[in-house]
């Protein structure tokens, strides 16, 4: 119950939206071309998921984010476990790990540039590079976090330091681990579009959206193009929260409180 | 059996929590240690179940030095839904341990079942450990130990978050598999009618850093009643005696008589210190 009455106001809340945009637009508050109406950019909308050259947009992107957000995925997390069960190592790659983690992907945009020469491959590199730190940082503090009882209890049955971490604390750190890629999997996209946006080159929806604004452009597709940016995040999103809670519903359920 | 000398433990950042603890333990008796909270009982117990490495003193069991965790130990902790893993399942916990022994996965399921039917708890074999109430989680703890058949069985304040009634059920379940099983239990407690009530003999420790005040055998006949038990005169005069050792002031006389050993002089006069101070 509480389930669908959540979903009827999220339905109105995104249908009041569009109301809104269509009286600013019918009104005349703002130029058509700074803001079509709401049905215009739908109607695009509609026209671009049966369009052959945006759904190539769409692929290309996707697959160099999927592909980056991997190869974070199999470095990040052997670093993370690593790290954060090896004390010394931990704290000697703490300052580095913090000096790195705030510079911007995008910032490095003209030495991937140079280093890549495939357009893919400079997205991939770019895509790694943003979603490594939540996945490491994420994996690193939860391996370091996990429950010294926990570990206790199965080191007093006689079980060695190997059989603790892969018994124990990998598969209660687990679930923090997910919400690292989750987090991993949004930033991803978002520097994939905006790596496309400011590098240019190939193809992929950063890209269209540049293309559908070239001389002179139409601000509907574009916007149109915009909307289908922010439902292939969703779509990520809410795979990933689906995927975690079947697979972590022990620590879903302990945390809700239902049992 | 187990003989621990002259076991002292100080922590890196130089509390010392056990200083000179001298305990023999004879093959399959129930020893109850009880003292004040934060005396360094857990220490001791993590000293014999080689999970720490004692600074001073040495543990012997069946004249093995003890280096790191022994053979055939087992330990009930007193946070059971930390201690118990959520992601498995109640049976998959009880199972998890018998790993050490070299077991198929069908022989660890049903030594698992066996050990749950044992403590009443077949039904919830398929649910997770953070399903049950308390009292049934620590029970499912308890399984783990005996599905592992230890011949030590180590409990820190197995019972120390459960409520009354859970409680004596489970100090009779204890009792009862001490009698089924006849291992070695060594089960730490700050309460003193529990420590007697379950104890074939009751160790007092002093406060931290903790010795060994007194040694109390339990004139009790090995078959127990929660009710009848503790009104029987030889139960309400240990447990007397038990009170005031572990109150440590009044009664030095109390101390000398106590026991076959002798107290601790070191942890007397620490007694003496604090209760100055």
């Known amino acids: 119950m509480i389930k669908a009455r959540r979903f009827a106001l999220g339905a109105a809340g995104a249908v009041g939206a569009i109301l809104v945009v269509e009286a600013v637009n019918r009104l005349g508050l703002v130029d058509e071309d700074a803001l079509p109406a709401a049905t215009t950019i739908l109607g695009e909308a509609g026209r671009l998921a049966v369009d052959g050259d945006f759904l190539v947009d769409v692929g290309d992107t996707l697959r160099a984010w999927a592909g980056g957000l991997l190869l974070a995925v199999a470095v990040a997390v052997p670093l993370g476990v690593l790290l954060g069960s090896v004390p010394f190592l931990g704290t000697a790659s703490r300052f580095l790990v913090e000096m790195c983690r705030p510079i911007p992907s995008v910032a490095l945009i003209p030495l991937v540039l140079i280093v890549f020469s495939s357009v893919t491959q400079q997205k991939m590199a770019l895509i790694f590079y943003a979603a490594l730190w939540p996945i490491l940082i994420n994996t690193l ?49 978002i520097v994939v579009i905006s790596a496309e946006l400011l590098a240019g080159g190939g193809e992929g929806v950063g890209i269209f959206l ?11 597709v574009m916007l149109a193009g915009a909307c289908w940016a922010g439902a292939l995040g969703l779509a990520v999103n809410a795979g990933l929260v689906g995927l975690e809670r079947i697979a972590f519903r022990w620590n879903t359920a302990r945390v809700e409180g239902v049992s | 059996m187990l003989e621990i000398a002259a076991l002292s433990h100080t922590y890196p950042d130089g509390h010392v929590a056990i200083r000179g603890i001298d305990l023999t333990v004879p093959d399959g008796q129930l020893v109850s240690i009880v003292g004040p909270s934060g005396c360094g009982k857990s220490t001791l117990l993590r000293c014999i179940a080689g999970l720490i490495r004692p600074t001073g003193g040495k543990v012997v069991l069946n004249g093995q030095p003890v280096t790191g965790v022994p053979e055939g130990l087992a330990v009930v902790f007193q946070d059971y839904s930390r201690s118990l893993f959520p992601w498995l399942t ?188």
């Open chain 2, 90 to 277: 109640v049976r998959d916990n009880v199972a998890l341990p018998l790993r050490r022994r070299g077991k198929s996965k069908a022989e660890r399921r049903e030594a698992a079942m066996a050990a749950l039917e044992s403590v009443g708890l077949a039904g919830a074999a398929r649910k997770y450990p953070w399903q049950l109430s308390g009292g049934m989680q620590q029970r499912v703890s308890i399984a783990r130990a005996l599905a592992y058949q230890p011949s030590l069985l180590l409990m820190d304040e197995p019972f120390g978050s459960v409520d009354a009634q859970t409680r004596e059920d489970l100090e009779d379940l204890v009792l009862q598999v001490h009698r089924a099983e006849k291992m070695t239990i060594l089960l730490v407690t700050h309460d003193i009618d529990e420590s007697v009530y379950v104890g074939d003999r009751v160790v007092v420790l002093g406060p931290s850093p903790t010795g060994v005040v007194a040694d109390v055998p339990v004139p009790l006949p090995s078959e127990r009643d929660q009710i009848e038990t503790r009104a029987l005169p030889e139960f309400i005069g240990t447990r007397a005696k038990v009170g005031r050792l572990v109150r440590g002031g009044h009664g030095g006389a109390d101390v000398t008589n106590a026991g076959p050993a002798t107290p601790d002089p070191r942890a007397a006069d620490v007694r003496a210190a604090c209760s100055d101070g």
């Open chain 1, 141 to 189: 503090y939860a391996l370091r976090d996990v429950d010294p009882v926990a570990k206790e209890s199965l080191r007093a049955f006689g079980f060695g330091e190997g059989s603790v971490l892969w018994r124990v604390s990998l598969p209660s750190a687990a679930p923090f681990i997910a919400t690292g890629v989750r987090i991993a999997a949004s930033v991803g996209l």
């Open chain 1, 210 to 220: 540049m293309e559908s604004q070239a001389g002179g452009g139409d601000t509907a």
